[in-house]
């Protein structure tokens, strides 16, 4: 007995498949497909787009066994609409990313806590050739700052030393590494931290493998600081070295959600570990970089409560948070307006938890004024 096939016209460019491709049955009315007839009915007249998603009724004439015209056409549909999504989601990350890469950014402080602060300005100024830029009590939250460095915070990468009203000392941990500063002169400035009575970690001499002069001192808190000698810069302080379990993961978040380059990678496995440069601009010699420092196999690190965080400003705190929850970042205070100041800021940490803060770059250009 032949068999009839009920179909769309709207399907007519996807044809629904005959029994003969789902069954194993010998007999005639199923071992060949068979003539496909248009039926006039509700369901045929209507429009495919009408048809995807909807529930329709099942047709007298369906094969046993054959997905019904209506579970094609919602399955065809959820198709759709998954594609969809997805396009629309890599079609916003897209966008997300050309924000962070455009975005008018740079680095503008490294906050940490210090259990003297009058102390540890003394040997910044004194030691390290800092200037005193601005200072700041707030004595209703029981704290000051101070804030260092080599030329006017408009444009350079600067110190916020923070000092909580009674507090003297802070666990660093075992993640913070050290600060990088140029100088002209390494030897010189060892010199004078040691006639200051300043602790020197590492006397100067060639960084190994290769030829740079180095040195480590110590602040009175026991934050470490590399000495580099270069030639003069428009930025001596140039570095910041956080370490990190996952290098890989690390620079790609810095690169996709905070906009940065990675500008250098280095792998020394005599001493197990391999370090990238990530920063603004193209000149590491001109600018501050994060140096992120992974050592073989340790995935983890204790943060301590004495470093605190990196500063940067941004044109938009919104689209910065996003960026940030985009690629792997987690939102620790969601962008707004701060009480009083009416600063708009955002506070996120990167997978590894270390925390940076972004500032509307008008509103903390107010700040200075």
């Given at each position: 007995?032949?068999?009839?096939?009920v179909?769309?016209t709207?399907m007519?460019?996807?044809?629904?498949?005959c029994?003969?491709?789902?069954?194993?049955?010998?007999?005639?009315s199923s071992?060949?497909?068979?003539a496909r007839?248009?039926v006039?009915?509700?369901?045929?007249?209507?429009p495919?787009s009408?048809?995807l998603?909807?529930?329709?009724?099942v047709?007298?004439?369906?094969?046993?066994g054959?997905?019904?015209?209506?579970?094609?056409l919602?399955?065809?549909?959820?198709?759709?609409?998954?594609?969809?999504?997805s396009?629309?989601?890599?079609?916003?990350?897209d966008?997300?990313?050309?924000?962070?890469k455009?975005?008018?950014?740079?680095?503008l402080?490294?906050?940490y806590?210090?259990?003297?602060?009058?102390k540890?300005?003394?040997?910044y100024?004194?030691?390290l050739?800092?200037?005193?830029l601005?200072?700041?009590d707030?004595?209703?939250?029981?704290y000051t700052?101070?804030?260092?460095?080599?030329?006017?915070?408009?444009?350079?990468?600067v110190v916020?030393l923070?000092?909580n009203?009674?507090?003297?000392?802070?666990?660093?941990?075992t993640?913070?590494?050290h600060f990088?500063i140029?100088?002209?002169?390494?030897?010189?400035v060892?010199d004078?931290?040691k006639?200051?009575?300043?602790?020197?970690?590492?006397?100067?001499?060639?960084?190994k493998?290769?030829?740079?002069?180095?040195?480590f001192?110590?602040?009175?808190d026991g934050?470490k600081?590399?000495l580099?000698?270069?030639?003069?810069?428009?930025?001596?302080?140039?570095?910041?070295m956080?370490?990190v379990?996952?290098?890989d993961?690390a620079?790609?978040?810095?690169?996709?959600?905070?906009?940065?380059?990675?500008?250098?990678r280095?792998?020394?496995?005599e001493?197990?570990?391999t370090l990238?440069?990530?920063?603004y601009?193209d000149?590491?010699?001109?600018?501050?970089?994060?140096?992120?420092?992974?050592?073989?196999?340790?995935?983890?690190?204790?943060?301590?409560?004495?470093?605190g965080?990196?500063?940067?400003?941004?044109d938009?705190?919104y689209?910065t948070a996003?960026a940030v929850k985009?690629?792997?970042?987690?939102i620790?205070?969601?962008?707004g307006p701060?009480?009083?100041?009416?600063?708009?800021?955002?506070?996120?940490?990167d997978?590894?938890?270390?925390?940076s803060v972004f500032?509307d770059?008008?509103?903390?250009?107010?700040?200075?004024e």
């Amino acid at each position: 007995m032949a068999t009839t096939v009920v179909t769309a016209t709207a399907m007519a460019q996807s044809p629904l498949p005959c029994a003969s491709a789902f069954t194993n049955s010998s007999s005639a009315s199923s071992s060949a497909c068979v003539a496909r007839v248009a039926v006039r009915s509700p369901v045929a007249r209507l429009p495919a787009s009408s048809l995807l998603g909807c529930a329709l009724p099942v047709s007298r004439w369906q094969v046993p066994g054959l997905p019904g015209l209506s579970q094609v056409l919602q399955a065809k549909g959820s198709g759709i609409v998954a594609s969809a999504a997805s396009a629309e989601a890599a079609t916003n990350e897209d966008s997300i990313l050309e924000f962070a890469k455009n975005d008018n950014r740079r680095m503008l402080h490294v906050v940490y806590r210090v259990g003297d602060l009058d102390k540890t300005i003394k040997f910044y100024t004194e030691c390290l050739g800092m200037k005193l830029l601005r200072r700041r009590d707030i004595p209703e939250e029981k704290y000051t700052n101070a804030f260092l460095g080599y030329g006017p915070e408009e444009d350079n990468f600067v110190v916020e030393l923070t000092y909580n009203y009674g507090v003297d000392k802070y666990d660093i941990g075992t993640g913070f590494g050290h600060f990088g500063i140029a100088v002209e002169d390494v030897q010189r400035v060892v010199d004078i931290v040691k006639a200051k009575h300043g602790k020197v970690t590492r006397e100067p001499g060639p960084v190994k493998g290769g030829k740079t002069i180095i040195a480590f001192v110590e602040d009175p808190d026991g934050y470490k600081f590399e000495l580099i000698q270069r030639p003069r810069t428009p930025e001596p302080f140039c570095q910041v070295m956080l370490r990190v379990g996952d290098l890989d993961r690390a620079v790609q978040f810095y690169e996709k959600a905070f906009g940065m380059k990675e500008l250098r990678r280095i792998d020394i496995p005599e001493q197990k570990y391999t370090l990238a440069m990530v920063g603004y601009g193209d000149d590491e010699m001109k600018t501050t970089v994060l140096e992120l420092t992974y050592n073989y196999g340790v995935t983890e690190y204790t943060k301590g409560n004495g470093y605190g965080q990196i500063a940067l400003g941004t044109d938009d705190v919104y689209k910065t948070a996003e960026a940030v929850k985009t690629f792997g970042g987690k939102i620790v205070r969601e962008p707004g307006p701060l009480p009083i100041i009416n600063t708009k800021i955002t506070a996120v940490l990167d997978p590894d938890g270390w925390k940076s803060v972004f500032v509307d770059n008008i509103d903390f250009a107010k700040e200075l004024e």
